[in-house]
């Protein structure tokens, strides 16, 4: 029988279907640390890290009879691919079960920053006075704005198909325009990376963390988009340069900003921490009980069809 190395403690429920066809080895703690599985994956054929867990060269060298690296999420930042791929080792990922609950708090951000509702709820908790006026603290509007969406992949339509509910505009910048069909769908205009930057009201950024989008966002960007704009970030932290938006935020050249990632995760800047308009959440796009469920889910499809035939989220 195959062994699986788990490299977090998961939850049983999502991996139901694995039983009786392969060994799991989980953790007797909360993860495994790198030298339990350097200890251990000799002996397994496939490894699952969860998207945290960085997968190198001394870990892939390690596991000599390793056929399968299954990884628990759809960015594999966390792994040596190029690496893996020069060992013969196949890489997959989770890019179908993340999409929905992604787009939803990508979304919740979106309105959260707009109508300032951390700022609210933070002051209301408080000892500290709020303006109760018809002219204070004044947020902005969802509808009628324009959404710049930079990466139109499957999160990003996501993200489109909630904007458009809400009366958004949507424009995009993408590696290839999409096909005039899925345009239509979302009404949605293609153009390039100026444009987004300088027209739109609201950025959400839904690409992964290539050299090429490395610091994306830095001081030359921020500087162009509106002082009513909204930076939105549920992909990875490595596509925002954290030192500028701080300079940008204490400039007031743009008017908020929600992240879900950061480019030293668990780590937040503590200058980042000052600010009232912006709102953070911890790395949580897929953070629902059903959504971890659907990714495990989707972990033991991909490990079944790649020993028994059939379709498999491949990353190499």
């Known amino acids: 029988m195959k062994k699986i190395l788990m490299g977090y403690n998961f939850k049983r429920e999502g991996f139901k279907a694995l039983e009786g066809k392969f060994e799991m080895i989980y953790p007797e703690n909360k993860h495994f640390t790198k030298s339990e599985v350097i200890e251990r994956i000799a002996e ?44 013969g080792i196949t890489v997959t990922n989770t890019p179908y079960s993340v999409l929905e609950p992604t787009a939803e ?32 603290n004044l947020g902005l509007p969802i509808y009628g704005q ?5 990466g139109m992949g499957r999160i990003g339509q996501a993200v489109a198909r909630r904007a458009v509910a809400s009366g958004m505009k949507i424009i995009y910048c993408n590696r290839h325009r999409l096909d005039k069909a899925i345009e239509n769908k979302y009404n949605a205009k293609f153009v390039d990376f100026e ?8 950025i959400s950024l ?6 090429e989008t490395f610091h994306l966002i830095g001081e030359s960007e921020l500087k162009k988009m509106k002082k009513t704009a909204i930076l939105i970030n549920t992909a990875r ?5 954290e030192q ?14 929600g992240l879900d990632v950061f480019e030293k995760e668990p780590k937040i800047p503590e200058e980042l921490k000052k600010f009232e308009n912006v709102i953070f959440t911890p790395h949580a796009g897929t953070q629902t009980y059903a959504g971890r469920i659907d990714m495990e889910k989707e972990v033991s499809q991909n490990i079944i069809n790649f020993f028994e035939g059939g379709e498999i989220s491949r990353v190499n």
């Open 44 to 87: 397994v054929e496939i490894l699952i890290p969860n998207f945290s867990f960085q997968t190198d060269k001394d870990i892939i060298d390690a596991g000599k009879n390793l056929k399968l690296i299954a990884n628990f999420g759809v960015g594999y930042n966390n792994i040596d691919v190029d690496y893996a791929t020069q060992k």
């Open 105 to 136: 708090l990508c979304f919740a951000l979106i309105m959260a920053t707009a109508r300032r509702i951390g700022f609210y709820n933070n002051k209301l908790h408080s000892d500290e006075r709020i303006g109760w006026g018809l002219f204070d």
């Open 146 to 150: 324009t959404l710049g969406i930079y």
């Open 195 to 202: 444009t987004l930057i300088k027209e739109s009201d609201f």
């Open 206 to 211: 839904n690409a992964p963390a290539t050299a």
């Open 237 to 241: 932290g490595s596509l925002v340069d």
């Open 244 to 257: 500028a938006l701080i300079k940008a935020l204490e400039k007031e050249e743009i008017f908020a900003a």
